[in-house]
């Protein structure tokens, strides 16, 4: 049973495309994020939801949209790709943002390569 | 100024040796500390977190915290080659953020 799953594992598409990554916990946490690691490997934060709601919103362009339909399920919708999204997005989830809660379980990762 | 620093690596050491892997961060304000391993290709995973100032021991790995001079570091002995891996400290201060990680080799 995986506890944080992402789909597609990896998506390579042209520019200009839209697509979207879906993630799903069966943690039963609260709190899911996504994270974009890129080629130098630093994990930066993009979005945080707690029950639903946003409560991180990095500065990201807002081609980038997070939808989070109930607390186990946070997708990732990304509008006209650009070269520069190109880059490894993992979510994570945690029981929740508060001290005592926050360790995080990671996704696999999406391997998105724009062209 | 980063909020999260350390150092990239790569750091060798060799096989039953300690490895010593430091952090510093920014906001004197940050309550958890984290340290995450991830191998290449891979996830990361949690290792160890702490709270307080001190030592925190689990099995060959140590975190040790020093929130006054803001730097916290993960002593892992015994070192095997499966522990060849990258790395990240993590801290939160109104939300976790982290450092860019360091690449450890462990050479047999």
């Known amino acids: 049973d995986t506890a944080v799953s992402q789909t597609p594992k990896y998506l390579v598409t042209q520019m200009g495309n839209d697509k979207s990554i879906k993630c799903e916990q069966n943690?039963?946490?609260?709190?899911m994020y996504w994270y974009k690691q890129d080629s130098k490997k630093f994990l930066k934060i993009m979005f945080s939801y707690n029950n639903k709601e946003l409560i991180i919103n990095e500065t990201v362009p807002n081609r980038f949209s997070p939808k989070s339909p109930d607390k186990a399920h946070l997708n990732l919708h990304i509008n006209s790709l650009e070269l520069g999204d190109s880059a490894v997005y993992f979510c994570?989830?945690?029981?929740?943002?508060?001290?005592?809660?926050?360790?995080?379980?990671f996704g696999p990762g999406t391997r998105l390569l724009v062209l | 100024q980063k909020e999260v620093e350390q150092n990239s690596g790569p750091l060798s050491v060799p096989e039953g040796a300690i490895a010593s892997l430091n952090c510093t961060y920014s906001d004197r304000g940050s309550q958890s500390f984290f340290w995450y391993r991830q191998y290449s290709g891979k996830s990361p995973e949690l290792i160890m977190f702490i709270y307080s100032n001190g030592d925190k021991e689990d099995g060959r790995f140590t975190a040790q915290l020093n929130k006054a001079s803001q730097y916290v570091s993960l002593l892992i002995r015994d070192s095997q080659p499966s522990d060849s891996a990258t790395y990240l400290c993590?801290?939160?201060?109104?939300?976790?953020?982290f450092g860019t990680g360091t690449k450890l080799q462990v050479i047999p």
């Open positions: 993590a801290v939160n201060y109104q939300k976790v953020t």
């Open positions: 943690l039963g946490h609260d709190t």
């Open positions: 994570a989830s945690s029981q929740g943002p508060s001290q005592g809660q926050e360790t995080q379980y």
